[in-house]
């Protein structure tokens, strides 16, 4: 064996036990399994970004003669995160829509755990039990909000950083092969997952360089196609206008968010639904990594431990957004702990106590998956339910105006969403939630969809005057005093009565008189504690315009 292939552990990690073969890969079936039970029970996930991308693959799977093919047209260009787009009509040329969308949010939970199980057995050449507590903390925060293209490229990017570092041995060729099979996947999947895939990679061969003394540029000549390929397909893929207007940083920076903001943020690799089962899960994986190195019993790979560490210096300084996207620092959060538990083993220093951390670990486990189930089943029954019944009587192809009954960033909005949301502690989750009128009625709202380069669509020119990308629902007061910012931040209010059909309001019951707002130009239609319908009175003798102001008929 090669000198630069050798990952071995510091200290006496090595000498853990190594789990049979049929024990060690009956419990990750059993895990992937347990994981799965929620998905399955449910059509509509409570996630966050799902009804937007449940929406989006309702558009792309419409026949020619559909009504939603009359507001959006496919748009294909060479932009990041198609994978969805890209894979779930080809599925549901076989199966029902929502079930292959639950399968693509299947493989968004189960890769990035697989990835970590096969990066550790990797760089450790044995199998061990410590890898599969990824599977514990596989409902973790970006998967409740729904970021399934990053998680999927996430895996991805694991997967085959383990499969690049087993091919070391096989030369130039083997390895040059593989990055050229694997950028566009990345590039389709998510650009941070690339990223990644290129830091695990690169971190691994630096270390064996440095060991050695040596720099073989073989090793970093084979990445080439991971740079050079997503450098030219950036170059061709359109500009979105947001990306344009917020700048490299979109503005905001995490060093300006307060402790308790960084904190909650670091911790995105194991938020759930309870911060008790939270704050468990941190135990599970920071007490025995502690344990194992107060007892110089830590087994550690060089290059990827020193990765992890370099991941949690750099989260401080990451940004809240880039380029158009958000979430940068908890992304790199993430990262830093699932390359933390690949890169380490600590059980060798608990000896046989170790089947006690392993008891533990899988209580742990099942305890939140449980808790899953029950928060999905609750808000099955009773929100979900709400939300359908209130907009089934918007009418196909209506224009539906989004307001909200709080302003953007009132702290009270957390209480007014269903517990399933209320993860989200900043985000107004409630806000994807409309997405239902396009998935179930085929109806029209201004900020679903509209982002040209962000997505395969593009809207219509009957509509594209209402067409606002990547914005906020209004405060419902703008729909009688509009004043310049909110003209600024939403330019379809507008003349909203002769623009819109239908006015949904979020948060209904937070306001008083619900049923009687603005009476002149609403006529109440449904409403619940979530959300309430109102059809715009017609004026004019019932005529109104579209965006090339020919007239259309009054819904």
Known sequence: ?????????????AAAGEPAPLAWHGAIGLMCLALSVPLALYDTLPLLDYPSHLGRMRVLVADEGDVLRRIWTPDWSLIPNLALDLCVPLLARAMPLETAMRLF????????????????????RRRSWWPLVAFIIAYDGTMLAGFLNFRVGVGLALLLAAAQLALRRRGFGWRLGLAAISVLPLYFCHLTALALHLAIVGAVEAEANWRERWLRLGGWLALAPLVIVPLVLLRLKPATEEAANAGLFGGVWTLLTNPLERLRNLATAFL???????????????VPLAVAWRRGCLARAPGLWLLALGLFVAFPLAPMALLGGTWVDRRVALFAVLVLIAATDPLAAFGP???????????????????VGAVWADFAAGDLRDLERVTAAIEPEARVLVVRARPRGHPAHIWWQPRAWQIMVDVDATIHWPALALIRRGAFLPLLHTGRGRQPLAVRASYGCLARPDGQPPHWPALTRLSPADLEAAPYLADWPVRFDYVLLLQAGEVADGDRLLPELLAPVAASRIAAVYRVRPADGGVRLDCLGQPRAAR
Request: hydrophobic share 60%.
């Open 1 to 13: 064996m090669r000198r630069d292939d050798r990952h071995q552990a510091d200290g006496a990690g």
């Open 105 to 124: 949010a299947g493989l968004a939970l189960l890769l990035p755990p697989l990835g970590v199980v096969a990066l550790s057995r990797v760089v450790f």
């Open 272 to 286: 759930s639904y309870d911060p008790f089962v939270d704050l468990m899960a941190v135990a599970l994986v920071v």
């Open 353 to 371: 106590a170790r089947r006690w951390l392993i008891a533990a670990g899988v209580g742990l486990g099942l305890v939140r998956v449980a808790l």
